[in-house]
């Protein structure tokens, strides 16, 4: 699991709550939360 906020690295993160994937393509973006509906807690895909 990834929590917005932190750095978890390059890769694809699908949101525990509506399932909008977000990518991280740089190994340093913050994972910010979830675009469509703000929550926190991600899987990873
Ligand atoms: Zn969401």
């Known amino acids: 699991m ?3 906020t932190t750095r978890p690295g390059k890769g694809t ?3 525990k709550n509506c399932g909008t994937e ?3 393509d740089d190994q340093g973006d913050q994972l ?3 675009p469509s ?3 926190k807690y991600f ?3």
Request: some cysteine; overall charge negative; aromatic content about 6%.
């Open 37 to 39: 509906c703000g929550n």
């Open 13 to 15: 993160y699908k949101c």
């Open 2 to 4: 990834a929590e917005a």
């Open 32 to 34: 910010p939360p979830c």
């Open 22 to 24: 977000v990518t991280l």
């Open 43 to 45: 899987d990873e895909v």
